[in-house]
């Protein structure tokens, strides 16, 4: 269980703060996923690169103690959760393969082209398992999501039998909804479900 001493608020972090808590954040998403410690380089370089797409935005769910204001450069002010999300292009990997992924479901050409013509990729959303299942997770994407300025957002997340764990719950209490199912990106063996929120399909959300 988190300590009773700390809450947390959720901060937006600028550019370069990403970067000097590159390390920490990484390690949030080992946790999260239970991922080996020999899987963090790679990744620190991913979202390395991932900090200079365009219209990059990222926050932290920030624990801090009680009475002081939330700093994530502040001494006993640390991340516990980090979500981050660029602008959707045709240069990444990630549009390239759901635009072929609709391509085989019978989309044209041109159906594609307007559907992923302006959207947000929301690439990362991770929680400390110790903070989960506190209402922080909700509160962080949904923070996060009113930041966003494009009409769409779209994201992907391995499947989940009856979508029973914590992160499909999570997107369909925002109103994420299907575009694609069981699919699979080059080089993974997971299936993952695409899943895309219209700005209007907004909810209100309660943590």
């Known amino acids: 269980m988190p300590p009773a001493a700390l809450r947390v608020d959720v901060v937006r972090l600028n550019p370069d703060q990403f970067l000097r808590h590159l390390d920490r954040l990484v390690d949030i998403h080992l946790a999260a996923m239970r991922y080996p410690r020999s899987a963090h380089q790679g990744r620190r370089v991913l979202w390395r690169s991932n900090a200079q797409e365009p219209q990059f935005a990222c926050h932290v769910a920030l624990a801090h103690p009680h009475g002081e204001t939330a700093n994530p450069d502040a001494d006993g002010h640390h991340p516990v959760g ?8 045709a240069a990444t990997f990630w549009y390239k393969s759901v635009s072929a992924g609709l391509r085989n479901i019978g989309w044209s050409t041109d159906a594609i082209r307007e559907f992923m013509g302006n959207y947000t990729e929301l690439s990362e959303v991770h929680l400390l398992p110790e903070w989960q299942n506190q209402g922080v997770g909700t509160h962080l994407l949904a923070q996060h999501l009113l930041t966003v300025s494009t009409p769409a957002v ?17 997107y369909r209490k925002i109103g994420f909804r299907d575009v694609l199912r069981d699919f699979h990106f080059g080089g993974d063996p997971r299936p993952f479900g695409i899943l895309r929120r219209e700005r209007q399909d907004i909810p209100e959300v309660r943590s």
């Open 82 to 89: 980090v979500c981050f999300s660029f602008l959707g292009t």
């Open 154 to 170: 779209m994201l992907s997340t391995p499947e989940a039998r009856d979508e029973g764990n914590r992160a499909w719950s999570l």
